[in-house]
Structures are given as C-alpha cells and as structure tokens.
C-alpha cells in the first residue's frame, strides 16, 4: 500500500493523497511563495517518486516526477 508524503523544506506530512493536498493548500495559504511536493512511496523502498505539487496556482500532477531517497522523507523533530 502506498503512502503518501507532502513536504516543505524542513516539515513534512503523511496520509493519503487528498490529506497531503489539503495540508499542502494550508500551508500555500499562509506563504504563497511556498512549494509544497507530495511524494508517494511503499513501504520497504529505498526512493519515492514526487507525483504532485500544491502551490499558490493550485495542484499540478507531475507525471515521471523527480525520485528522493527515503531518509530525507523522515519527519524532522
């Protein structure tokens, strides 16, 4: 089963895909500057792949997105 992973340069957010773009808008919300990536990955893989990303224009889908490793989508306390 997929998860799905929004994240901002140091905060990060897991849930479902729907979850992610609604964190993602709050955020946008308070700094329309800000980018926020939704990753999705399953368990035991080393890479996710970003599949969308929320901005101040909205939610675009990223079709073949940018893979990130798995130990920079940890939470940071």
Same mark, same amino acid.
């Given at each position: 089963m997929r998860t799905y992973?929004?994240?901002?340069g140091k905060q990060r957010f897991? &849930? @479902?895909?729907?979850?992610?773009? +609604?964190? &993602? +808008?709050? *955020?946008?919300?308070i700094d329309r500057s800000m980018v926020v990536?939704?990753?999705?990955? !399953?368990? @035991?893989? *080393? +890479? &996710?792949r970003i599949v969308s990303e929320v901005t101040a224009d909205g939610v675009r889908q990223i079709a073949k997105g940018r893979i990130i490793p798995? #130990? *920079?989508? !940890? #939470?940071?306390a």
């Open positions: 992973i929004a994240m901002t897991s &849930g @479902g895909w729907y979850q992610c773009i +609604h964190w &993602g +808008h709050e *955020k946008v919300s990536k939704v990753v999705t990955i !399953r368990p @035991g893989e *080393k +890479h &996710g798995a #130990h *920079k989508l !940890r #939470h940071t």
